[in-house]
Each structure stands twice: as structure tokens, then as C-alpha cells.
């Protein structure tokens, strides 16, 4: 049996994962997954799903499966669009509602936000949804209640650029200030391209 230091240090942060998104229902570890991160990365997770990023890029390089680029830890946390998942992916309309809820174990105060992120460039699509410049504050009696339930409207100005499963994901971050953790947990969805030339065609 192999206990390295790197793994006693990765469980000893695995105590302290605290947040991810609940509903709808985000990408959780699979196959694909398994093959871009390997199993330290995936293990992580699924022994907390709460688990934040810091530490994991260190500890995966120690893995000959780890693929730095197609994991991308620092975009859903390395999760990929799993296979079996495909199916599940939900179909959004511009101006959409979408509620969305998180759960957050433990606090620690620090900025939020949502995004839609294009998968392929790991760059925000237009701007943040929502932004919270303080967020999971321990130091309140109370954690306010658009922590951990908030809407966000799906934008009208997404063309086709999230048509197919897999282009965009709804990602939620959280980097706790002091603490000097990032959380990040995303959902998977599509928008169908709208028909620009048709529109214009029945304004005129
Ligand atoms: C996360 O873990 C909790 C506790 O093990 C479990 O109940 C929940 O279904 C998991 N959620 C996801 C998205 O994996
Ligand atoms: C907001 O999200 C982006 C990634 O989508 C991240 O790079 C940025 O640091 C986040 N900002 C805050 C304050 O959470
Ligand atoms: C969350 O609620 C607080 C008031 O408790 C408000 O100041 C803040 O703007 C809200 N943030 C978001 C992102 O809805
Ligand atoms: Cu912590």
C-alpha cells in the first residue's frame, strides 16, 4: 500500500469540502472523467463532492493518467459531459428562468459567481449572471438566503454558441477570501440557436 504525502495532505483537505450546486442537477464523475484526470482527481470527488480545487492539480501530477489540458481542473472542477449523462442535459430558452440551488457545508466568506462558460476557451460568454461580493460570510449570524437559492435568466444573445450538450455549462464559483479555496460546480444544458434572418423577415 502506497500512502505518499501529497495523499495524506489531499485527505485531510477532503474534511474540509464545502459546497456545490444541488439542483439542477450538476456533473457528478464517470468514465470520462476517470480518463482525463485520473483516479486521484476523481477519487477526490467522489469521496467529497464538495471538495475545492487547491491541492488537487499537485496531487494529480503524480498520476500517469492525469491529462493537465483535457482535465482542465480549474473548469467544473475537471468534471466532463459523462455518456450516460447526454441524455439528461437540459434544454434551455432564451430568457429562461432557471432556479437553482447550492449546498454549502462549511463557510467561509469570500465572492460568487455564475456563469455560462464555453467549454472549449474556459472564457466567460458575455457577463456573470449573478455576483455575490460577499458570499458564505461565517462572521454572519445567518447565512442569507440567495447563498444557497437563487434564479438566474438564461441570456437571449447565446446564437448557437451553446446548441449542442457539452459547448457551454451554467458553472457556479466560489473562492472563499481567507480560506483560499475555490469551489466550482457545473450544469450542463443547451440553448437552441434562434433564427435571426426569420425574426427580422416578421419585424418588417
Ligand atoms: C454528493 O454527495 C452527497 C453525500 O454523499 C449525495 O447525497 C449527493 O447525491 C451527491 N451529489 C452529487 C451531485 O454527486
Ligand atoms: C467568477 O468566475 C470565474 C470563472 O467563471 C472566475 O475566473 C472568477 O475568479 C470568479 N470570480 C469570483 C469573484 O468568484
Ligand atoms: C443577495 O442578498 C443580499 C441581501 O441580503 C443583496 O444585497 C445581494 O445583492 C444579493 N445578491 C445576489 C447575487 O442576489
Ligand atoms: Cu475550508
Known amino acids: 500500500m502506497h500512502i505518499s504525502i501529497l495523499s495524506l495532505g489531499l485527505l485531510a483537505t477532503q474534511v474540509l469540502g464545502h459546497g456545490l450546486i444541488t439542483k439542477p442537477w450538476p456533473r457528478t464523475p464517470g468514465a470520462l472523467s476517470l480518463a482525463a484526470c485520473g483516479p486521484t482527481v476523481t477519487n477526490n470527488i467522489k469521496g467529497d463532492n464538495t471538495s475545492h480545487v487547491e491541492g488537487l492539480p499537485e496531487a494529480a501530477m503524480t498520476d500517469a493518467k492525469y491529462n493537465a489540458a483535457e482535465c ?37 466568506h469570500g465572492t460568487a459567481n455564475v456563469s455560462i462558460i464555453s467549454t ?41 454558441q451553446c446548441a449542442n450538450a457539452g459547448d457551454c455549462v451554467l458553472q457556479w464559483w466560489w473562492y472563499g477570501t481567507a480560506a483560499r479555496q475555490t469551489y466550482e460546480s457545473c450544469v450542463d444544458f443547451t440553448v437552441a440557436p434562434t433564427m435571426p434572418m426569420l425574426e427580422k423577415r416578421f419585424e418588417a
Open 120 to 160: 472549449k476557451t474556459n472564457k466567460i460568454i458575455g457577463d456573470e449572471l449573478l455576483y455575490w461580493d460577499k458570499y458564505a460570510d461565517e462572521r454572519l449570524p445567518a447565512m442569507p438566503a440567495n447563498n444557497t437559492q437563487f434564479d438566474v435568466v438564461i441570456p437571449t444573445t447565446l446564437g448557437s
Open 72 to 108: 482542465n481542473l480549474w473548469l467544473c472542477r475537471g468534471l466532463q459531459l459523462e455518456e450516460s449523462a447526454k441524455a439528461n442535459v437540459i434544454a434551455y430558452t432564451p430568457g429562461q428562468k432557471v432556479s437553482m440551488s447550492v449546498k454549502i457545508s462549511i463557510k467561509h
